[in-house]
């Protein structure tokens, strides 16, 4: 298991906020069940595996997907995930923000933890603009709150630059688009905790530009940021700390340029 490190002052900014823990995950497990798993009827392996797994439920099959994994994070950290595909990120991640049960271990959050990903649930047959008014609402901004930053949402998204697409339904948008119109409703509020699932994977440099200054600005609040992305470049301007996951287990946990360093000695980029 990684050592957990201590923030970067430096990086984090004020000393007083730094060492507030936001969350704090202890020796967290995470198993999935998929139903319909195959059993071979008939052999001697299946009759076996029957043996094995008397007292389980039938034809449910278990899969591991975060392995003992303990951290603490601070306030005005910036963490960035990295790893494999199917290393647990996206999983931990969703743990974090209490959808997923722990298996065994604990995640402790002081404050509401909010997940958005480039999947979060839009109204594909309700126009954007009525997205942001509703999307902003389930955030538990009040509708003054939300009125009074709908023009600062649109802008940033950026998705206007070339029509006024806000006025049409979520389906006529590109993948882009939509990633970029969910990225910026979650942005328009302070998070205690903010977790973003490939977020800035998406749109040209110059939204990926406003989404880490975005970033910079949330910490600077005191709140903790997590950002899960294949984008190397982009966890390096963004963050300045890492864990690393592979098959579920904290690989590293420390300073960005560590981090990645090592992570990219193990894939050979």
């Known amino acids: 298991m990684a ?11 004020d000393a007083s906020k730094a ?40 034809g449910v099959r278990k899969v591991h997907a975060v392995r003992g994994v303990s951290f603490t994070a601070y306030r005005g950290e910036a963490i960035g995930l990295i790893g494999s595909n199917g290393s647990g990120k996206s999983t931990l991640l969703r743990a974090i923000a209490g959808l997923l ?19 979060a649930a839009l109204m594909n047959d309700l126009t954007g603009e009525r997205n942001v008014i509703l999307g902003g609402l389930a955030m538990g901004m009040s509708r003054e709150q939300v ?18 697409f806000i006025t049409l339904p979520m389906r006529t948008y590109s993948s882009g688009m939509a990633a970029r119109l969910r990225f910026s409703i979650a942005a328009a509020k302070d998070h205690d905790v903010l977790m973003i ?40 301007d963004t963050c300045d700390r890492v864990l690393w996951l592979e098959r579920g287990e904290l690989r590293m946990d420390g300073p960005t340029d560590e981090v990645i360093k090592e992570y990219e000695k193990f894939t050979g980029k």
Do not use: C, M, W
Request: positive net charge; hydrophobic residues 30%; proline residues 3%.
């Open 3 to 13: 050592d957990e490190k201590t923030p970067d002052l430096d990086k984090g900014g």
């Open 19 to 58: 060492h507030i823990p936001t969350v704090i995950a202890d020796e967290l497990h995470i198993v999935y069940r998929v139903n319909g798993a195959k059993t071979g009827k008939g052999s001697a392996t299946s009759a076996l595996s029957r043996i094995l797994r008397r007292g389980e439920e039938r």
């Open 101 to 119: 049960p722990a298996e065994k271990g604990k995640v402790y959050t002081d404050g509401q933890p909010s997940l958005l990903g480039v999947n």
């Open 147 to 164: 009125k009074a930053r709908y023009q600062e949402i649109v802008d940033f998204s950026g998705i206007n630059e070339k029509g006024d």
């Open 197 to 236: 699932d490939e977020a800035l994977a998406t749109g040209d440099r110059k939204f990926q530009k406003r989404s880490e200054a975005r970033i910079r600005e949330l910490r600077k609040e005191a709140g903790t940021v997590f950002l899960v992305s294949h984008n190397n470049k982009s966890i390096r």
